[in-house]
C-alpha cells in the first residue's frame, strides 16, 4: 500500500513530518518500509506550451519545437517525439534544469542545430510509465489544455509529495485504504478523522424501479449494494485525483473508472461500474459459475470458469468475475450515459482460489482476499455516487438497492485489565486502555474488573481477548515494556544430532571443492523414463500433485538424482561444462493407507568433466575414483570407518560395469557409479558424469566412531612395496582384506598405488602394487620381523588368489 502524505492530510491534521510518522506508525505495527519524495532531483523544470513544430533539416527523425514558458518568450528545443502537436502544455526542463538521476540539462546542437532545453517524458520525471496514457508511455507527457504556465512541474503534478510504503502483515486489509491509515494516525496523535463526503443529491428516479438485485450463493456474497447514476459524461477526471491515484500507483482511465478507484484507495472497499444499458433486463445474479462457462475480461482475454468461482451475471451470461475483474462487455466506455455501481462483501477464500485459478491478480483482489469492512460497503457506494456526481455531472438516482441476507452481528469481547498486566509485563491504567481502544474506534462499556468491548465492522482480525491486548500494546508502546531477566522454565537451544551430521557433511562437502544447490521437490514423470528406469522400477510409484504448477512440475520425487543432472544440464547449456555439485534434500514415498507420505532426506551428489587447471596443478577429471575420493574423506570427517565398495547390478541408471554399493558392516548405506549413456543422452551431457546417492538416516545409523587421542609414535616405522600379478577381475578390495588379516597388528596402512594392464603383462592379467606401512608401538622393527610379514602376506594372496609376485 503507498500512502500519500499530502492525501492523508485531508482527513488528519498531521503535525509532523513524514519521516516520524512513518517510525510512528512502524513502532505501532504498521510497518513502513520507505519513504519516497516524489519530486526528488527534479528543479528547473516548468510547465510550457509548444508554439510551432518544423521538420529538422538534416534528420528525418527529429523536429524542432518552438517553446514558450511564459508565453511570450520562446525557447528552440530539439527532440525526437512523434507524440507531440502545436499548441500541446508539456513539460518543460530549461537550461540548468536537474532531472532525477542526477541528470543536468545542458545547451546543446543536435545534428547541427541549437537545443536550449528539453521535453520530458513521464519516464524522465521518474513517474512510472504504467501509471501513464498508453499513447504517452514511449514520448513526451501531454498535460491537460487548461493547464497555466511557467508553473513548477513539481507543484503542478503533484511531486511535492511524500509516498509511504507499507509493509502489512496479512491481518491488517484495513489498512489497505487512507481511511484505515489515519485511523491509526489519528489514534496515535490523538486527533480526529475527518470523512469524506458521501451524501449525494438525489434525483427523482427510484432505484428499485431500476434494477433488481438477486444473490444465489449467500456463502460467497454476505452482501451486495447496488446505486444507479444517470446522465454521466465521460471525460478525463481532474488532476486532483490524477495525482492521487498516481500517488496510490494507479493510473487514471476516465472519470468514472477513475472514481472507483479512488474510492477503494480512500475507503478500501473495491467498486465496480458497470454500464447500465449493457445490462440485460437491468437485472443481477449474484451465483457460482456454471462447469466451463466464459467470459472475456477486461483486459480481452477469454477466461473459462468453473462452480467453485462466483460470478456476477445478468439473465444472459457472465459480466464479471467477483472480486477480480469484470466484463469486457459491460464496461464503462466513452459511449456510456448510465452506470450501476457495485459494491458488496465476497468471500475472502473463494475469491483468493479464483484469483489464483485464472491467474488474475488486481487491487481489487487484494482487498477482497484479506477481507473487507462489510459495513462500508454502503457509505463506499453513496461516496462513489457523490463523486460520479460531481465529476461526470450524473443524476444520482434516489435510493440504493442493499440485498444483506445475514446482516452482521455486532462482536463483543470481554477485556480484563488484569490479564494486560500479565502478559505485557507493565502495568497499563484501565482509564488509558479504554482512551486506547476509544481512539481506535473500538466501543468499550466499563463493567468493573472486565471491560466490554465491542469491534468495530472494519477490523475483522480482532476476535478474542488477546487481539485487544495487542493493540493496546503498540498503542501504549512497546518501548514502555520494561525489560525483564528471563524466568520459568528454560531450555539450552542446540541443534538435533541429524542437524549436526547434515551440517557436518555440508562443511565437508564444501571444503571438497563441491558446490551445494537446492532444486524443487517436484519433477515431471518424465524422469524415470530419462533415468533409464524399469516399467516395474518401484521409484516409479509417485504422489501426483492435485494443483500443479506445472506438468514439469506435477509429481513429487522419489530418486534425487534427476534434479541434479537438471542443474548440470542447465549449466551445460550455458557454458560451463564442469560441474561438482551437491544437495541435501528430500524424496517422497507412498505409503499404502496413509495420506502423508513417507518422506526421506537424501544426500546427492553429481560430478561432471574435469576440475579447473591453475598453473602449478593439471586439471583432474571427475571421475568415478575422483568421487570415490570425496567420499572416502566424507566418511573419514563424520567418523565411518570399514567402508566398502562392492560392485552392483541393481542400479538401471548406472553404467553396468562402472557402478558400486557403499556399505558398511555388510549394510548397503548407498550407491556411487557412473551414470548410463542412455541417461547422459537424455541430459544432453557430452561428457562421463559420476553420480551417488545416500539416506541420512542410514549415514546416521551407520556407526560412526568419535575421534580418540592418541599419542605420536615413538618408533619409527617401516614401508614396503608390495606387487603382484592377478586375474583382472580380482576385486582389490578382497586383496586388501587379505592383506589386513593376514598382516597382524604391526601393519599401520595399505594403499594401492598402480594398477597396470598391458604388454608386460599376460592377457587377463594386472599388475597391482601396494605400498603396506609396518610401526609398532613398543620397539624399533627389524628387518627379519617385516620380511616375515611379507611373505606371510604374499602366501596368503596366492592362496586365496593364485597371486604372483611381479618380478
Same mark, same amino acid.
Given at each position: 500500500?503507498?500512502?500519500?502524505?499530502?492525501?492523508?492530510?485531508?482527513?488528519?491534521?498531521?503535525?509532523?513530518?513524514?519521516?516520524?510518522?512513518?517510525?510512528?506508525?512502524?513502532?505501532?505495527?504498521?510497518?513502513?518500509?520507505?519513504?519516497?519524495?516524489?519530486?526528488?532531483?527534479?528543479?528547473?523544470?516548468?510547465?510550457?506550451?509548444?508554439?510551432?513544430?518544423?521538420?529538422?533539416?538534416?534528420?528525418?527523425?527529429?523536429?524542432?519545437?518552438?517553446?514558450?514558458?511564459?508565453?511570450?518568450?520562446?525557447?528552440?528545443?530539439?527532440?525526437?517525439? &512523434?507524440? !507531440?502537436?502545436?499548441?500541446?502544455?508539456?513539460?518543460?526542463?530549461?537550461?540548468?534544469?536537474?532531472?532525477?538521476?542526477?541528470?543536468?540539462?545542458?545547451?546543446?546542437?543536435?545534428?547541427?542545430?541549437?537545443?536550449?532545453?528539453? @521535453?520530458?517524458?513521464?519516464?524522465?520525471?521518474?513517474?512510472?510509465?504504467?501509471?501513464?496514457?498508453? *499513447?504517452?508511455?514511449?514520448?513526451?507527457?501531454?498535460?491537460? %489544455?487548461?493547464?497555466?504556465?511557467?508553473?513548477?512541474?513539481?507543484?503542478?503534478?503533484?511531486?511535492?509529495?511524500? /509516498?509511504?510504503?507499507?509493509?502489512?502483515?496479512?491481518?491488517?486489509?484495513?489498512?489497505?485504504?487512507?481511511?484505515?491509515?489515519?485511523?491509526?494516525?489519528?489514534?496515535?496523535?490523538?486527533?480526529?478523522?475527518?470523512?469524506?463526503?458521501?451524501?449525494?443529491?438525489?434525483?427523482?428516479?427510484?432505484?428499485?424501479?431500476?434494477?433488481?438485485?438477486?444473490?444465489?450463493?449467500?456463502?460467497?456474497?454476505?452482501?451486495?449494494?447496488?446505486?444507479?447514476?444517470?446522465?454521466?459524461?465521460?471525460?478525463?477526471?481532474?488532476?486532483?485525483? =490524477?495525482?492521487?491515484?498516481?500517488?496510490?500507483?494507479?493510473?487514471?482511465?476516465?472519470?468514472?473508472?477513475?472514481?472507483?478507484?479512488?474510492?477503494?484507495?480512500?475507503?478500501?472497499?473495491?467498486?465496480?461500474?458497470?454500464?447500465?444499458?449493457?445490462?440485460?433486463?437491468?437485472?443481477?445474479?449474484?451465483?457460482?459459475?456454471?462447469?466451463?462457462?466464459?467470459?472475456?475480461?477486461?483486459?480481452?482475454?477469454?477466461?473459462?470458469?468453473?462452480?467453485?468461482? @462466483?460470478?456476477?451475471?445478468?439473465?444472459?451470461?457472465?459480466?464479471?468475475?467477483?472480486?477480480?475483474?469484470?466484463?469486457?462487455?459491460?464496461?464503462?466506455?466513452?459511449?456510456?450515459?448510465?452506470?450501476?455501481?457495485?459494491?458488496?462483501?465476497?468471500?475472502?477464500?473463494?475469491?483468493?482460489?479464483?484469483?489464483?485459478?485464472?491467474?488474475?491478480?488486481?487491487?481489487?483482489?487484494?482487498?477482497?482476499?484479506?477481507?473487507?469492512?462489510?459495513?462500508?460497503? #454502503?457509505?463506499?457506494?453513496?461516496?462513489?455516487?457523490?463523486?460520479?456526481?460531481?465529476?461526470?455531472?450524473?443524476?444520482?438516482?434516489?435510493?440504493?438497492?442493499?440485498?444483506?441476507?445475514?446482516? $452482521?452481528?455486532?462482536?463483543?469481547?470481554? $477485556?480484563?485489565?488484569?490479564? !494486560?498486566?500479565?502478559? $505485557?509485563?507493565?502495568?497499563?491504567?484501565?482509564?488509558?486502555?479504554?482512551? /486506547?481502544?476509544?481512539?481506535?474506534?473500538?466501543?468499550?462499556?466499563?463493567?468493573?474488573? %472486565?471491560?466490554?468491548? &465491542?469491534?468495530?465492522?472494519?477490523?475483522?482480525?480482532?476476535?478474542?481477548?488477546?487481539?485487544?491486548?495487542?493493540? !493496546?500494546?503498540?498503542?501504549?508502546?512497546?518501548?514502555?515494556?520494561?525489560?525483564?531477566?528471563?524466568?520459568?522454565? &528454560?531450555?539450552?537451544?542446540?541443534?538435533?544430532?541429524?542437524?549436526? @551430521?547434515?551440517?557436518?557433511?555440508?562443511? #565437508?562437502?564444501?571444503?571438497?571443492?563441491?558446490? *551445494?544447490?537446492?532444486?524443487?521437490?517436484?519433477?515431471?514423470?518424465?524422469?524415470?523414463?530419462?533415468?533409464? $528406469?524399469?516399467?516395474?522400477?518401484?521409484?516409479?510409484? +509417485?504422489?501426483?500433485?492435485?494443483?500443479?504448477?506445472?506438468?514439469? =512440475?506435477?509429481?513429487?520425487?522419489?530418486?534425487?538424482?534427476?534434479?541434479?543432472?537438471?542443474?548440470?544440464?542447465?549449466?551445460?547449456?550455458?557454458?560451463?561444462?564442469?560441474?561438482?555439485?551437491? %544437495? /541435501?534434500?528430500?524424496?517422497?514415498?507412498?505409503?499404502?493407507?496413509?495420506?502423508?507420505?513417507?518422506?526421506?532426506?537424501?544426500?546427492?551428489? +553429481?560430478?561432471?568433466?574435469?576440475?579447473?587447471?591453475?598453473?602449478?596443478?593439471?586439471?583432474?577429471?571427475?571421475?568415478?575414483?575422483?568421487?570415490?575420493?570425496?567420499? %572416502?574423506?566424507?566418511?573419514?570427517? /563424520?567418523?565411518?570407518?570399514?567402508?566398502?565398495?562392492?560392485?552392483?547390478?541393481?542400479?538401471?541408471?548406472?553404467?553396468?560395469?562402472?557402478?558400486?554399493?557403499?556399505?558398511?558392516?555388510?549394510?548397503?548405506?548407498?550407491?556411487?557409479?557412473?551414470?548410463?549413456?542412455?541417461?547422459?543422452?537424455?541430459?544432453?551431457?557430452?561428457?562421463?558424469? !559420476?553420480?551417488?546417492?545416500?539416506?541420512?538416516?542410514?549415514?546416521?545409523?551407520?556407526?560412526?566412531?568419535?575421534?580418540?587421542?592418541?599419542?605420536?609414535?615413538?618408533?619409527?616405522?617401516?614401508?614396503?612395496?608390495? +606387487?603382484?600379478?592377478?586375474? =583382472?577381475?580380482?576385486?582389490?578390495?578382497?586383496?586388501?582384506?587379505?592383506?589386513?588379516?593376514?598382516?597382524?597388528?604391526?601393519?599401520?596402512?595399505?594403499?594401492?598405488?598402480? #594398477?597396470? #594392464?598391458?604388454?608386460?603383462? +599376460?592377457?587377463?592379467?594386472?599388475?597391482?602394487?601396494?605400498?603396506?606401512?609396518?610401526?609398532?608401538?613398543?620397539? &624399533?622393527?627389524?628387518?627379519?620381523?617385516?620380511?616375515?610379514?611379507?611373505?606371510?602376506?604374499?602366501?596368503?594372496?596366492?592362496? *586365496?588368489?593364485?597371486?604372483?609376485?611381479?618380478?
Amino acid at each position: 500500500m503507498q500512502v500519500s502524505y499530502k492525501w492523508l492530510q485531508e482527513y488528519v491534521d498531521l503535525n509532523i513530518s513524514p519521516r516520524e510518522l512513518a517510525d510512528r506508525l512502524t513502532m505501532a505495527g504498521v510497518a513502513v518500509e520507505n519513504v519516497n519524495y516524489l519530486g526528488e532531483g527534479i528543479s528547473n523544470v516548468v510547465t510550457g506550451q509548444i508554439v510551432k513544430i518544423d521538420p529538422h533539416p538534416n534528420a528525418d527523425k527529429l523536429i524542432i519545437c518552438q517553446v514558450t514558458t511564459d508565453g511570450e518568450n520562446r525557447i528552440q528545443i530539439v527532440t525526437g517525439a &512523434t507524440n !507531440v502537436s502545436e499548441g500541446d502544455k508539456v513539460p518543460v526542463a530549461k537550461e540548468g534544469a536537474k532531472l532525477p538521476g542526477g541528470i543536468v540539462i545542458k545547451k546543446s546542437k543536435l545534428r547541427g542545430e541549437e537545443s536550449r532545453g528539453m @521535453l520530458c517524458s513521464g519516464q524522465e520525471l521518474a513517474i512510472d510509465s504504467k501509471l501513464m496514457p498508453p *499513447e504517452q508511455q514511449s514520448g513526451i507527457m501531454l498535460l491537460p %489544455e487548461d493547464a497555466p504556465l511557467n508553473v513548477d512541474i513539481v507543484e503542478y503534478l503533484g511531486l511535492d509529495d511524500h /509516498i509511504l510504503e507499507l509493509d502489512l502483515t496479512p491481518n491488517r486489509g484495513d489498512c489497505l485504504s487512507m481511511i484505515g491509515v489515519a485511523r491509526e494516525v489519528a489514534a496515535l496523535l490523538g486527533v480526529e478523522v475527518r470523512m469524506p463526503q458521501c451524501n449525494p443529491t438525489e434525483g427523482e428516479a427510484d432505484v428499485s424501479g431500476l434494477a433488481k438485485i438477486d444473490i444465489e450463493d449467500a456463502d460467497l456474497c454476505r452482501r451486495y449494494v447496488a446505486r444507479v447514476v444517470q446522465n454521466v459524461k465521460i471525460g478525463p477526471s481532474p488532476q486532483w485525483m =490524477q495525482q492521487r491515484l498516481r500517488a496510490a500507483g494507479v493510473r487514471p482511465i476516465n472519470n468514472i473508472v477513475d472514481v472507483t478507484n479512488y474510492v477503494m484507495m480512500e475507503l478500501g472497499q473495491p467498486l465496480h461500474a458497470f454500464d447500465y444499458d449493457k445490462l440485460a433486463d437491468r437485472h443481477i445474479i449474484v451465483r457460482r459459475a456454471k462447469a466451463d462457462e466464459k467470459i472475456v475480461s477486461l483486459d480481452g482475454f477469454e477466461r473459462k470458469l468453473n462452480e467453485n468461482m @462466483l460470478a456476477i451475471c445478468d439473465p444472459k451470461g457472465p459480466v464479471a468475475v467477483a472480486g477480480v475483474m469484470g466484463g469486457l462487455d459491460s464496461e464503462v466506455t466513452d459511449n456510456t450515459t448510465n452506470v450501476l455501481i457495485e459494491s458488496a462483501y465476497f468471500n475472502p477464500v473463494s475469491v483468493r482460489r479464483t484469483s489464483k485459478a485464472l491467474a488474475l491478480r488486481s487491487e481489487s483482489s487484494a482487498r477482497f482476499e484479506k477481507g473487507i469492512d462489510i459495513g462500508g460497503c #454502503v457509505r463506499a457506494a453513496h461516496r462513489a455516487a457523490y463523486l460520479m456526481q460531481q465529476l461526470a455531472g450524473g443524476s444520482v438516482a434516489r435510493g440504493v438497492i442493499d440485498n444483506y441476507p445475514n446482516p $452482521l452481528v455486532e462482536k463483543t469481547v470481554v $477485556l480484563r485489565p488484569a490479564r !494486560v498486566e500479565y502478559l $505485557l509485563g507493565v502495568a497499563v491504567p484501565k482509564e488509558d486502555i479504554i482512551s /486506547i481502544l476509544n481512539s481506535l474506534q473500538f466501543k468499550v462499556q466499563d463493567q468493573g474488573e %472486565e471491560l466490554l468491548v &465491542t469491534v468495530p465492522s472494519f477490523r475483522p482480525d480482532v476476535s478474542i481477548e488477546v487481539d485487544l491486548i495487542e493493540e !493496546v500494546a503498540r498503542m501504549y508502546g512497546y518501548n514502555q515494556v520494561p525489560d525483564t531477566s528471563i524466568y520459568g522454565i &528454560t531450555t539450552q537451544g542446540k541443534r538435533t544430532e541429524s542437524q549436526r @551430521l547434515v551440517n557436518k557433511i555440508k562443511n #565437508v562437502l564444501v571444503g571438497c571443492g563441491l558446490t *551445494e544447490v537446492v532444486t524443487y521437490g517436484f519433477v515431471s514423470p518424465k524422469v524415470y523414463d530419462m533415468m533409464n $528406469l524399469p516399467e516395474d522400477s518401484v521409484f516409479r510409484n +509417485a504422489l501426483v500433485l492435485q494443483n500443479p504448477l506445472s506438468e514439469e =512440475q506435477s509429481i513429487m520425487r522419489t530418486v534425487p538424482v534427476p534434479s541434479l543432472l537438471e542443474v548440470l544440464q542447465r549449466n551445460h547449456n550455458r557454458q560451463i561444462h564442469s560441474g561438482a555439485i551437491f %544437495e /541435501i534434500g528430500k524424496v517422497y514415498y507412498p505409503v499404502e493407507g496413509q495420506d502423508l507420505p513417507d518422506e526421506r532426506a537424501t544426500l546427492a551428489m +553429481a560430478f561432471s568433466g574435469s576440475t579447473v587447471e591453475s598453473w602449478n596443478k593439471p586439471a583432474v577429471a571427475m571421475d568415478f575414483y575422483y568421487a570415490k575420493g570425496v567420499l %572416502e574423506v566424507l566418511f573419514n570427517k /563424520i567418523g565411518i570407518k570399514d567402508v566398502r565398495y562392492v560392485p552392483f547390478g541393481g542400479a538401471p541408471s548406472f553404467h553396468p560395469g562402472r557402478v558400486a554399493a557403499v556399505e558398511v558392516n555388510g549394510k548397503m548405506i548407498g550407491v556411487l557409479g557412473e551414470l548410463h549413456p542412455n541417461v547422459l543422452e537424455s541430459y544432453q551431457l557430452p561428457h562421463r558424469a !559420476v553420480a551417488c546417492k545416500f539416506d541420512i538416516q542410514d549415514l546416521m545409523d551407520a556407526e560412526r566412531q568419535q575421534p580418540k587421542f592418541q599419542s605420536l609414535p615413538k618408533f619409527p616405522a617401516v614401508e614396503r612395496d608390495l +606387487a603382484l600379478i592377478v586375474k =583382472q577381475s580380482v576385486p582389490v578390495q578382497q586383496m586388501i582384506d587379505v592383506i589386513n588379516k593376514a598382516a597382524g597388528k604391526i601393519m599401520k596402512s595399505v594403499k594401492v598405488f598402480d #594398477v597396470y #594392464v598391458g604388454s608386460q603383462v +599376460a592377457e587377463g592379467y594386472k599388475s597391482v602394487a601396494f605400498s603396506l606401512l609396518f610401526q609398532a608401538s613398543d620397539r &624399533t622393527l627389524t628387518d627379519q620381523e617385516v620380511s616375515s610379514q611379507i611373505k606371510k602376506i604374499s602366501k596368503a594372496l596366492n592362496a *586365496e588368489f593364485d597371486a604372483q609376485l611381479r618380478s
